[in-house]
């Protein structure tokens, strides 16, 4: 039996499928699939974003009426802060562009790279893959070329669960969200 939730979510992934917006179909599958998790509206006292809407905190972006920030407004946003700064439009399989959308959206372009990083020396089998690169042209370039699709997400999967780990182990207050985060990692 599906949720409201699943069937929500078929229903963004198929509108995604069918669209033809200026920022292109994988993009709007991501997107799709991101917006799901991040929800509308919240203002949580443990979360450090603060006041948060669609996944944007007032945190990063203090200038924002968080409140009344749009869909599209927010959509605009994950295209250029992150969709086209992490180059994500360049990876080839629609899957791994949206896990890496997803991981530059909750940590962050640079930890995302990290991330990732790690998620590819695992994918290879290279512990030394891209020491000492830190520019995503390159990442995305071995993204492009994995051996296996499959065993890269597995791996970006297990490394996004790791980073939601160190967190809560960190700050235990945010064990809260550990079991939406883990749902999260490994969608």
Request: one cysteine or more.
């Amino acid at each position: 039996m599906c949720t409201r939730r699943t069937l929500a979510a078929m229903l963004c992934v198929f509108l995604a499928a069918c669209s033809s917006s200026r920022f292109g179909r994988k993009f709007d599958y991501s997107f799709s699939r991101l917006i799901v998790v991040e929800g509308g509206y919240v203002n949580d006292p443990v979360d450090r974003g603060g006041e948060t809407k669609y996944g944007i905190s007032k945190r990063s972006y203090p200038d924002i009426d968080i409140k009344n920030l749009t869909l599209d407004q927010a959509k605009g946003i994950y295209y250029k802060d992150f969709w086209l700064k992490t180059k994500l439009d360049c990876v080839r399989n629609y899957e791994v562009a949206s896990k890496l959308l997803d991981i530059a959206v909750n940590f962050g372009p640079e930890r995302a790279y990290e991330i990732a990083q790690r998620a590819l020396r695992s994918a290879y089998r290279d512990p030394h893959l891209l020491d000492g690169v830190e520019d995503w042209d390159t990442l995305v370039r071995f993204a492009n070329n994995v051996p296996s699709n499959e065993a890269f997400l597995a791996a970006l999967r297990s490394e996004q669960a790791a980073a939601y780990r160190e967190i809560v182990s960190r700050r235990e207050p945010m064990n809260k969200f550990l079991n939406v985060w883990m749902n999260r990692a490994y969608k």
